[in-house]
């Protein structure tokens, strides 16, 4: 599956952004999801992810009531909706999938990746 993320950009703190994870070259209802980001200097982190039909997801602390994500299968997209965005979340954003059915956290477990989309949060 190739996967390519967008709507990155730049905003002021406490604004939002919403991220997009498109896929196509297989059944990307098949896949969890995940959300990763890196910021200069740091190791790529986790962020979110969803299982196969969006019913399950889970959220790194630093991010929980502030980041939802979701799927739509219909659509082959995976979408993160960033709100009360804080400086300390400028990153450069990915999406990562996995061929299981269960939510997937760990960096080691995606196949596949798409390339970053920047997201940069002024103070």
């Known amino acids: 599956v190739q996967l390519q993320a967008s709507g990155g950009g730049l905003v002021q703190a406490g604004g939002s952004l919403r991220l997009s994870c498109a896929a196509s070259g297989r059944t990307f209802s098949w896949y969890a999801v995940g959300w990763f980001r890196q910021a200069p200097g740091k190791e790529r982190e986790f962020v979110a992810s969803?299982?196969?039909?969006?019913?399950?997801?889970y959220y790194a602390d630093s991010v929980k009531g502030r980041f939802t994500i979701s799927r739509d299968n219909a659509k082959d997209t995976v979408y993160l909706q960033m709100n009360s965005l804080k400086p300390e979340d400028t990153a450069l954003y990915y999406c990562a999938a996995d061929p299981t059915t269960d939510v997937v956290t760990s960096i080691r477990e995606f196949d596949y990746w798409g390339q970053g989309t920047q997201v940069t949060v002024s103070s």
């Open positions: 969803v299982n196969w039909n969006g019913r399950t997801t």
